[in-house]
């Protein structure tokens, strides 16, 4: 099983700072990862697939980079609206969540 | 536009099942390999399944196989999720979502509680 390792756990930013998340895969596996943001109570949304590919109507301060077996999230300038949990998933072997990354203001 | 709306969750006590339902709109179904996520409460997201856009390959996460079965019926639009011998800890809201990659958009969810 590939094992996903997300970091940090949680994090508290202000209203216009940059955030960055990574995620360590326990295998190679080459760019088969997506990125979800979960608000509280709600379902999760995918933001980033492929590892770098921002998803239609997803805002442009979302990014993400990485192959390989490391990979990093960036929200360039934290809004309101950005708060909740973040979560990395690999489908390179069936499918695996990292923790989550809560993110507040 | 895109729909899935889950139902069938509910209390159970242990040692019981329950058919977890997800019924699709909008897409064409049978175009899609179709998942079944799990969130316990206050915890992060867990792979519990996902199945093959013609029904016939299935895979499971390690830990839940041989107690839940995914299936789904292309003609009615619908996923589903066979529980069975649930424990305390398979309380959790369980959500039906399109696509093993680029997974979305997601159902609500619904919540299945295993508590004597």
């Known amino acids: 099983d590939i094992q996903m390792t997300q970091s940090p756990s949680s994090l508290s930013a202000s209203v216009g700072d940059g955030v960055t998340i990574t995620c360590q895969a326990s295998q190679d596996i080459s760019n088969s990862l997506d990125w979800y943001h979960q608000k509280p109570g709600k379902a999760p949304k995918l933001l980033i697939y492929?590892?770098?590919n921002l998803e239609t109507g997803v805002p442009s301060r979302f990014s993400g980079s990485g192959s390989g077996t490391d990979f990093t999230f960036t929200i360039s300038s934290l809004q309101p609206e950005d708060i909740g949990t973040y979560y990395c998933?690999?489908?390179?072997?069936?499918?695996?969540f990292g923790g989550g990354t809560k993110v507040e203001i | 536009q895109v729909q899935l709306v889950e139902s069938g969750g509910g209390s159970v006590k242990p040692g019981g099942s329950l058919r977890l339902s997800c019924a699709a709109s909008g897409f064409t179904f049978s175009d899609y390999y179709m998942s079944w996520i799990r969130q316990a409460p206050g915890k992060g997201l867990e792979w519990v399944s996902y199945i093959s856009e013609s029904g016939e390959t299935k895979y499971y996460t390690d830990s839940l196989k041989g107690r839940f079965t995914i299936s789904r019926d292309n003609a009615k639009n619908s996923l589903y999720l066979q529980v069975s011998s649930l424990r305390a800890d398979d309380t959790a809201v369980y959500y039906c979502?399109?696509?093993?990659?680029?997974?979305?958009?997601w159902g609500q969810g619904t919540l299945v509680t295993v508590s004597s």
């Open positions: 998933q690999q489908y390179h072997n069936l499918v695996t």
């Open positions: 492929d590892a770098s």
């Open positions: 979502a399109r696509g093993k990659a680029m997974i979305g958009p």
